[in-house]
C-alpha cells in the first residue's frame, strides 16, 4: 500500500494548483487522473488560447446558492496572483476585453507551468488511474485504484463537473460527496448555446453564421455581447452567459440593436430620406440577411418607401428588433456546455479551505464545487483560488 499525506483526484487546473501549494509546504502529494493526459480542458479552453483569468473577477461574477461563499479564496488568491506566476514564467499573453487575459501564442504553455511546478515542488501525477472506491479510516481516507490501495491522511477532489463527456467528465466529486454525506445543488448545463424548436430553426433557416451585437434578458438578468445564429440555434457569448441564469421554460427577450432607440431612428429616416426603401433603411443596421428575414417574418415589404410605412408598422418593426421574446427550446446539453452550474452545497463546507464540515480531512474544490462563473476567464480563477486556499490547509 503506497501512503501519501494528500491524494488530489483530478490532474486539471484546480486540482494541479492544490497539489503544487500543498507539495510547496512539503506535503508528500500525488495527483490521481483517469485520463490519459492531464488539463485537458485547460488545454481546449478560449480557443486554445486559455482566458486563465479576468482581471475585474468579483463575487459577483459567480453563480451559487450562497453568494458570499467564494469571497475568501478570491481575496487570497486574486487574479493577479496568477498572472504573477503568468509573467514569472515568461508565458506571453495579451488582454482581450477589459480584463480578459488569454495566452498569446497557446494554452499548452499554461499546463506546462502547472506540471513543472509540480515536478520541481516534488508532487507526483499518475494519470490513467482509475479509483474504483474510497473509505474513510482511522482519521485517513483509503482508496482502492486501478494500480492498488493507496493511504493518505488528507483528500481533496477535484474532478470537476459534467460537462464535455466526451473528455472524460464525469459525476464522481458529485457520488464521493453524497457518500459522506453532502448535499448536491441540482446540476445544469451552463455557459452552453441554445437549441430552438423546429418552427424557429425553418424561420431562422439560412441565417446560421449571421453573428450581431445583441442584449439578451432572461428574469432580471442581461447581458450585451456577441449574438449568432446557428443550424442548431443561438450561441455567442450573450447567449452562453444567459443560459447559465435561464431555466428550461422560460422566454428570453432579445434586443438586436442594443443602444439604439429604432423607433426615433425610423421617424428620422421617414423624414430625411422618405424615398429610401424600408430593406435597405434596415440593412445599413443589421446584416443583410438578418434584416430582409425580419421584414418577411413580420410581414413587411422589403422594398416598401420609408415614407409611406404607417407609424404602426415603424412601431411593429421595432418591437420585433428590439423586444424579441423567444422560446428556446432547451440547450445543447453538457455536450458542449463550457461549465457545470449547480453542485456541492457549499453549506457543507468552509469557505476558508474548502474543507467539509462533514468529515474532517476530505476537500472539494473547483468546478465540483456550487460555484459557477461568468463567461470570461472567471470560471479559471475559480480553479486557481479554491485550489490555492485548500492548498494552504491540506
Ligand atoms: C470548451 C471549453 C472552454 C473553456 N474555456 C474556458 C476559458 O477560456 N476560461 C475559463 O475560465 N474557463 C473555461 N472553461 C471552463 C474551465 O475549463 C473549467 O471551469 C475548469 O477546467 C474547471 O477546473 P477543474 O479543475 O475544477 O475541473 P477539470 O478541469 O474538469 O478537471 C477535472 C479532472 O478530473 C478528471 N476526472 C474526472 N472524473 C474523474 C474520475 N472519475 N476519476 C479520475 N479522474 C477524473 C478529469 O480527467 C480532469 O482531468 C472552458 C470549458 C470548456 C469545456
Known amino acids: 500500500m503506497r501512503s501519501f499525506d494528500l491524494i488530489v483526484l483530478g490532474a486539471g487546473a484546480a486540482g494541479l494548483m492544490c497539489a503544487i501549494e500543498a507539495a510547496r509546504r ?7 487522473d483517469h485520463a490519459s493526459k492531464p488539463a485537458e480542458k485547460i488545454r481546449i479552453s478560449g480557443g486554445g488560447k486559455c482566458n486563465f483569468t479576468h482581471l475585474k473577477a468579483t463575487p459577483k461574477n459567480f453563480l451559487s446558492q450562497n453568494p458570499h461563499f467564494c469571497i475568501s479564496a478570491l481575496k487570497r488568491f486574486t487574479p493577479w496572483d496568477f498572472v504573477g506566476r503568468v509573467i514569472e514564467r515568461g508565458i506571453p499573453y495579451y ?15 499554461i499546463i506546462d507551468m502547472l506540471l513543472d511546478d509540480l515536478q520541481s515542488d516534488g508532487g507526483e501525477l499518475w494519470l490513467k488511474t482509475d479509483i474504483r472506491r474510497v473509505d474513510h479510516r482511522d482519521g485517513g481516507f483509503v482508496l482502492d485504484t486501478s494500480e492498488g490501495i493507496m493511504a493518505c491522511e488528507k483528500l481533496v477532489v477535484a474532478t470537476g463537473g459534467l460537462s464535455i463527456p466526451k473528455m472524460g467528465a464525469t459525476g464522481f466529486a458529485y457520488d464521493l460527496a453524497r457518500q459522506f454525506g453532502h448535499e448536491i445543488i441540482e446540476t445544469r448545463p451552463a455557459l452552453v448555446p441554445f437549441t430552438l424548436g423546429p418552427d424557429k430553426l425553418e424561420d431562422f433557416s439560412g441565417l446560421s453564421g449571421v453573428a450581431v451585437e445583441a442584449r439578451v434578458t432572461a428574469g432580471k438578468t442581461q447581458f450585451t455581447d456577441g449574438f449568432l445564429f446557428t443550424h442548431r440555434g443561438l450561441s455567442g457569448p ?21 443602444g439604439l432607440n429604432l423607433m426615433e431612428w425610423l421617424l428620422e429616416r421617414k423624414q430625411s430620406r422618405g424615398k429610401q426603401s424600408l430593406g435597405n433603411a434596415l440593412a445599413e443596421l443589421l446584416p443583410r440577411r438578418l434584416s430582409d428575414r425580419w421584414l418577411e417574418l413580420n410581414n413587411l ?6 415614407g409611406d410605412l404607417p407609424n404602426a408598422s415603424m412601431d411593429l418593426l421595432s418591437k420585433a428588433v428590439k423586444k424579441w421574446t423567444l422560446l428556446p427550446m432547451g440547450t445543447e446539453g453538457y455536450r458542449t456546455a463550457e461549465v457545470t452550474a449547480g453542485g456541492i452545497d457549499t453549506n457543507g463546507l468552509s469557505s476558508q479551505t474548502m474543507e467539509s464540515r462533514l468529515c474532517p480531512g476530505l476537500y472539494f474544490i473547483g468546478e465540483c464545487v456550487d460555484v459557477t462563473g461568468w463567461l470570461g476567464g472567471y470560471n479559471f480563477q475559480w480553479a486557481w483560488s479554491s485550489g490555492w486556499a485548500a492548498g494552504q490547509a491540506v
Request: aromatic content about 6%; glycine content about 6%.
Open 301 to 306: 415589404r422589403n422594398e416598401s418607401n420609408i
Open 238 to 258: 450573450a447567449i452562453l452567459q444567459i443560459s447559465s441564469y435561464w431555466r428550461t421554460g422560460e422566454a428570453v427577450e432579445i434586443d438586436l440593436l442594443p
Open 95 to 109: 488582454e482581450k476585453t477589459e480584463g480578459q487575459l488569454f495566452c498569446e501564442t497557446s494554452a499548452q504553455d
Open 26 to 32: 512539503g506535503r508528500k502529494v500525488v495527483v490521481l
